[in-house]
């Protein structure tokens, strides 16, 4: 079963198509990142205006990368929640008329729950992709880290799976992105503190870890706010100092170190929940996905400090994109969407 799967849900418009669940057959995303650089965030209208742009193109381009006419493909799944409105739109309602006029069975996707599907495929006809050749076995433990979620989820099979805790407040993905603007660095903030921390001694900052009834709940916005504190004491001023002047104040060495202790102690915070979740749930797979996935010292920290297999994407396929999409609408098998009356749920 070839599934072509579409995804807009935020910066990325993508398109693939999956055979089986498991054999990406083809995967093409555009990014509009360069865009909203300068903003130092995605900027929602920019975002469905390039979305408009390039969505047929893609599309076009993932059906000839897979050796594909459209009687080849066998249904479409489409992104429908959660994301930006008008981004989600512009996906929904390019799949809704394709599966209208190619009459094709309509899939609506959980991009949140999707992000874990990544690491189901296990083939690929693509070059330059780094592949798991042992499918997730169930029970799973799934954390999902990103710009805009984080959770851990329980997988006792593919349609039977229980939200463990999320945050509470920030994303791990958002807080990355709050402390590099804090320290002057590029966006997008994860893979900028991970090169500063690089350079920096992950013990010179004494950052707290926050408390939770819940122990797979989390709680970003104290630690970015310590992190603030820090660089203010470091640059000899009060609170009142305004973020926008840190950067000009603090030395290259003091901020690899505020870069590196922060992210040592954001990924201690997921790896202390995850022990705890897998000595409760003993899975016999856990499941990392999202862009914060991508994070070397994440992956590392992670496989050193629990038992289980830990499974992870190639890098391409952390962040948003369209195979994780048409995998997870194989898996699930759901019923149909109407075509004409799938909507768009941006909040979840």
């Not at 630690?223 to 504190?229: F, G, M």
Request: net charge negative; with cysteine.
């Amino acid at each position: 079963m070839k599934i072509l799967g579409i995804e807009s849900s935020a910066d990325e418009t993508a398109a693939a198509v999956v055979e089986d669940g498991h054999l990406m057959l083809s995967s093409v995303v555009a990014s509009s990142l360069d865009l909203h650089t300068v903003y130092g965030g995605i900027v929602p209208e920019i975002a469905a205006r390039s979305h408009i742009e390039v969505i047929t193109p893609v599309i076009t381009q993932a059906l000839a990368d897979a050796a594909c006419t459209w009687e080849d493909i066998d249904a479409i799944a489409v992104t429908n929640r959660p994301g930006l409105i008008g981004s989600l739109l512009i996906g929904v309602l390019t799949a809704r008329t394709l599966a209208i006029i190619k009459k094709k069975p309509l899939y609506g996707i959980n991009h949140v729950l999707a992000h874990a599907y990544a690491n189901f495929i296990t083939d690929a006809k693509l070059s330059g992709y780094s592949l798991s050749q042992n499918p997730p076995q169930f029970p799973a433990l799934g954390l999902i880290v990103s710009g805009g979620h984080t959770q851990i989820m329980l997988y006792r099979s593919h349609t039977d799976y229980q939200l463990l805790g999320q945050t509470r407040d920030d994303a791990v993905g958002e807080a990355f992105d709050k402390v590099a603007k804090v320290l002057g660095l590029p966006y997008p903030g994860g893979p900028s503190i991970d090169e500063a921390a690089r350079h920096g001694d992950s013990a010179s900052v004494k950052l707290p870890k926050p408390r939770v009834d819940n122990p797979y709940d989390f709680s970003f916005s104290g630690l970015k706010t310590a992190v603030l504190r820090a660089a203010q004491q470091m640059a000899g001023k009060d609170f009142t100092l305004p973020s926008t002047e840190l950067p000009a104040l603090l030395t290259k060495t003091q901020k690899a170190d505020l870069a590196a202790s922060f992210q040592r102690t954001a990924i201690d915070i997921l790896a202390d929940a995850m022990v705890s979740a897998e000595k409760q749930y003993h899975p016999k797979s856990i499941l990392l996905a999202g862009g914060v996935a991508a994070n070397n010292s994440l992956r590392h920290t992670l496989s050193r400090r629990l038992r289980t297999p830990l499974l992870y994407p190639d890098i391409k396929l952390c962040t948003d994109n369209a195979a994780m999409i048409a995998s997870a609408a194989y898996y699930w098998q759901q019923m149909a969407d109407n075509p004409y009356e799938l909507s768009v749920i941006p909040s979840l």
